[in-house]
């Protein structure tokens, strides 16, 4: 069964930067484009950043210039560096391929963004 494990969020002062790691196993990595989701308490889950196979990228347009995602395929891992964060920002952030599939979400990382 694949796995996706997310890390690195945690309690962040507005202005400060982050960067989570989403590590998947039992999956061919590589051939599967990958999100970072994230749901703020009793919202629903958005995407907001993609990468392709090719390594393109995409975002939510609120989140263009201080979020970039990136992904290593010889580590199975892809990343999310979070800047200039904001209070709004305070959510659980999940990886998973986008699109979406069959594959089990992980249990996300806590974003807090507070002073």
């Known amino acids: 069964q694949v796995q996706l494990v997310e890390s690195g969020g945690g309690l962040v002062q507005p202005g400060g930067s982050l960067r989570l790691s989403c590590a998947a196993s039992?999956?061919?990595?590589?051939?599967?484009?990958m999100g970072w989701y994230r749901q703020v308490s009793g919202k629903q889950r958005d995407l907001v950043a993609a990468i392709g196979i090719d390594g393109t990228t995409n975002y939510l347009d609120s989140l263009k210039g201080r979020f970039t995602i990136s992904r290593d395929n010889a580590k199975n891992t892809v990343y999310l560096q979070l800047n200039s964060l904001t209070p709004e920002d305070t959510a659980v952030y999940y990886c998973?391929?986008?699109?979406?599939?069959?594959?089990?979400w992980g249990q996300g990382t806590q974003v807090t963004v507070s002073s």
């Open positions: 039992r999956i061919i990595f590589r051939l599967y484009g």
């Open positions: 998973n391929t986008a699109p979406l599939g069959n594959i089990d």
